[in-house]
C-alpha cells in the first residue's frame, strides 16, 4: 500500500494555472502507475489524466487535452497535474490514485490507493 497526499488546489480565475501534486509514501512509488481524477458536486468520478511507472507513457481525457500535463519524480515520490487555460467547468476535487501496474490505467475501481482530495475552483 502506499499513502498519497494532494495539494495545490485553490481559487483561480478562469485563464489562469494551477499545479497540483501527488505526494506518496513508500519506497516502491516506482511501481505505482499513478492517475488524477475529479470530481464535481452530483457528478461521478472522471478520470483526468494518467502515467505509468517511468514517466514515459501518459494519458489523458479528451477535455483536458493540451491544457494539462502530468508528470511524476520517482526519486522525489512525486506526481504532479499542471493544469493550464482553466475553465469555469474544470471546477471539481481533484483525487490522485495510484496502483502496482507496468501499465496506464483509466479506469477508476481499478486504483486501490486512493488520497483525500484537493478543491480546484475556477471563477469565471
Known amino acids: 500500500q502506499v499513502q498519497l497526499v494532494e495539494s495545490g488546489g485553490g481559487l483561480v480565475q478562469a485563464g489562469g494555472s494551477v499545479r497540483l501534486s501527488c505526494a506518496a509514501s513508500?519506497?516502491?512509488?516506482?511501481?505505482?502507475?499513478v492517475a488524477w481524477f475529479r470530481q464535481a458536486p452530483g457528478n461521478e468520478r472522471d478520470f483526468v489524466a494518467t502515467?505509468?511507472?517511468?514517466?514515459?507513457?501518459?494519458f489523458y481525457a479528451d477535455f483536458v487535452k493540451g491544457r494539462f500535463t502530468i508528470s511524476r519524480d520517482n526519486a522525489k515520490n512525486t506526481v504532479s497535474l499542471q493544469m493550464n487555460n482553466l475553465k469555469p467547468e474544470d471546477t471539481a476535487v481533484y483525487y490522485c490514485?495510484?496502483?502496482?501496474?507496468?501499465?496506464?490505467?483509466?479506469?477508476?475501481?481499478?486504483?486501490?490507493?486512493w488520497g483525500q482530495g484537493t478543491q480546484v475552483t475556477v471563477s469565471s
Open positions: 490514485a495510484a496502483r502496482i501496474s507496468r501499465r496506464i490505467v483509466t479506469t477508476a475501481p481499478l486504483y486501490d490507493n
Open positions: 513508500g519506497r516502491t512509488f516506482s511501481s505505482y502507475a
Open positions: 502515467i505509468n511507472w517511468s514517466g514515459d507513457s501518459t
